[in-house]
């Protein structure tokens, strides 16, 4: 099930990663991964790496509705790659 968990947070870091780049993604894409790691966050909450699911969901929704600041690219290079980081630790873990 963990594998499971962090192959979709590769898929959710690969998209913001991705839009960040000004990458179109559909935006039912995007409202699937959002509510997925807000969820993802809220349920493990008491767990410090969770918090990076809740910011990631929170960048996605800000993504969904266009409120791109110069700032915001930044915070979703490195909220990706943070992502990305704890997937791969899911994966091999």
């Known amino acids: ?22 990458i179109l993604i559909p935006q039912k894409i995007l409202t699937f991964f959002a509510v997925y790691l807000i ?13 990076i699911d809740l910011l990631a969901g929170i960048a996605i929704v800000l993504i969904i509705f266009n409120l791109a600041f110069s700032w915001l690219n930044i915070a979703e290079v490195i909220l990706g790659f943070l992502l990305l980081q704890k997937a791969f630790l899911s994966m091999i873990g």
């Not at 968990?5 to 780049?21: E, M, P, T």
């Not at 969820?39 to 918090?51: E, M, N, R, V, Y």
């Open 1 to 22: 099930m963990i594998k499971v968990l962090g192959f979709i947070d590769f898929l959710a870091s690969v998209l913001i990663i991705s839009s960040a780049f000004n």
């Open 39 to 51: 969820i993802k966050g809220l349920i493990f909450f008491k767990f410090i790496a969770s918090w």
